[in-house]
């Protein structure tokens, strides 16, 4: 089976486990010829010890996914460990750090990886607006799902549904941009968009499928507690759109609930 016919096989296949949960969900499409045994396919979730990536690493191992999910201190990754999903060391604002995470990964194939890691900034005035603090959310925000696509690549090169999905805000949409602040926050997120549109472009001809997608307002420590949806939620809804993705997809702006988002 080709690599593209693999793909194609494996979407639809999550909506599918999640309705009903097997127990070895198995790569789609391995080909017949290998004798190895099926391998489950990989999601890499940044930022996964809490809020909005702890629930993508539990809903994903749920679907029988193999999980690696990083933490900055994975000592402290209680939640994570208790979901039995691998767990590695990553601050996507330290090159050292992300340099030590491609090589736990090595050559293992990733077909998905989230870049869900980031912080918020609630600065609402531009007067209040501290440089030091707009260039950390920037290191995060965007120069982390940079670096951390950037030592990927081969993984997801090696891997059959070859997809990036970054997790953007509403707050970095420019068209939807009527109340101004959280400055930092909102360019951070416009720069990882545009981040997300070159990555397309460039990837296109390989076949990858590279997309931002806004959570919605969620409870997390970010969302805070006055939120609209449950994690249980958004990730849900995420997992449906992440499963429905083709290359047809790439480039785009997903709402959490699938509709086109303005840039
Ligand atoms: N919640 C919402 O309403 C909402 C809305 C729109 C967009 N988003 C986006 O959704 C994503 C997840 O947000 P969340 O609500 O789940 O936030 P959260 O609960 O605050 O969790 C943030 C996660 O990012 C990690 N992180 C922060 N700095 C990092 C770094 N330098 N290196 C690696 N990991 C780092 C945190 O790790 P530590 O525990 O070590 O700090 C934590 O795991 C973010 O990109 C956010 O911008 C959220």
Partial sequence: MT??????????VLVAVLAAPIVAQTRPGASEQEASPDVPPTVVITGANRGLGLEFARQFSAAGFEVIGTARRPDKADDLRSLGVRIEQLDVTDAQSVEQFAAAIGDHPVDILINNAGIGGRVLSIKDMD???VRHIFEVNC???MRVTQV???ALRAGDRKLIVNITSMLGSIERN??????GYRESKAALNMFTRSLAAELEPEGFTCIVMNPG????DLGGSQARLSPAESIGAMITVIDGLTPADTGAFFSYGGERVPW
């Fill in 217 to 220: 307002w969620v409870r997390t």
């Fill in 3 to 12: 690599t593209t016919h693999r793909a194609q096989a494996m979407a639809g």
């Fill in 143 to 145: 120069l982390g799902p």
């Fill in 131 to 133: 440089a030091a603090r």
């Fill in 152 to 154: 990927l690549l081969p």
């Fill in 178 to 183: 009527t109340r101004g602040g959280y400055y």
